[in-house]
T-cell receptor, first 113, second 110 residues
Framework: DAGITQSPRHKVTETGTPVTLRCHQTENHRYMYWYRQDPGHGLRLIHYSYGVKDTDKGEVSDGYSVSRSKTEDFLLTLESATSSQTSVYFC????????????FGSGTQLSVL | RKEVEQDPGPFNVPEGATVAFNCTYSNSASQSFFWYRQDCRKEPKLLMSVYSSGNEDGRFTAQLNRASQYISLLIRDSKLSDSATYLCVVKPQTGNQFYFGTGTSLTVIP
């Protein structure tokens, strides 16, 4: 258990509304990631963080922003949700000195109507 | 071109069968390789890392061929509980991003 908690687990929202997903870790890992998973595309990186206030874009970052004000929390925000952002969102941390591996949270199912 | 490519399957095999999955990667500077397992509606979980010399964990064997840029996963004596999607994951030598294949679906049939 890598001590990763995502909230909420499920969310239904309407187009145009802002949405924030939270990822919380208990083990002080430096790197945190947000992925989305869609049929036919696999897991795609949205944003990642390599420390407090240090973040970078992934391959599908448009329409998303992130913040990391504390080591343990990594927030993903959809400023104005669209139906194309309906997906399953996974948070992950990387751990393992010298041979990092990814460990995932349980995911958030987001539906944008 | 995608960083990592997998045959999506599905693979439907009887119990006790041996099944193999392959995955190719495009970045020759890739350093770390993994197989993850994902059950329906669950998060991916690390199944095993893949080392240059090949490695085995019970019924599972992973191999890496750097020259041809592919990794493989062999499952022997398939169990019903092996039914899942298997994801190939590659990490380049530089940076801290991981690249995923789209996954290969396996169903083991009684």
């Amino acid at each position: 258990d890598a001590g990763i908690t995502q909230s909420p687990r499920h969310k239904v929202t309407e187009t145009g509304t802002p949405v924030t997903l939270r990822c919380h870790q208990t083990e002080n890992h430096r790197y945190m990631y947000w992925y989305r998973q869609d049929p036919g595309h696999g897991l795609r990186l949205i944003h990642y963080s390599y420390g407090v206030k240090d973040t970078d874009k992934g391959e599908v970052s448009d329409g998303y922003s992130v913040s990391r004000s504390k080591t343990e929390d990594f927030l993903l925000t959809l400023e104005s949700a669209t139906s194309s952002q309906t997906s399953v969102y996974f948070c992950a941390i990387s751990a393992g000195q010298g041979r990092e591996k990814l460990f995932f949270g349980s995911g958030t199912q987001l539906s944008v109507l | 071109r995608k960083e990592v490519e997998q045959d999506p399957g599905p693979f439907n095999v009887p119990e006790g069968a041996t099944v193999a999955f392959n995955c190719t990667y495009s970045n020759s500077a890739s350093q770390s390789f993994f197989w993850y397992r994902q059950d329906c509606r669950k998060e991916p979980k690390l199944l095993m890392s893949v080392y240059s010399s090949g490695n085995e964990d019970g019924r599972f064997t992973a191999q890496l061929n750097r020259a041809s840029q592919y990794i493989s996963l062999l499952i022997r004596d398939s169990k019903l509980s092996d039914s899942a999607t298997y994801l190939c994951v590659v990490k380049p030598q530089t940076g801290n991003q991981f690249y995923f294949g789209t996954g290969t679906s396996l169903t083991v049939i009684p």
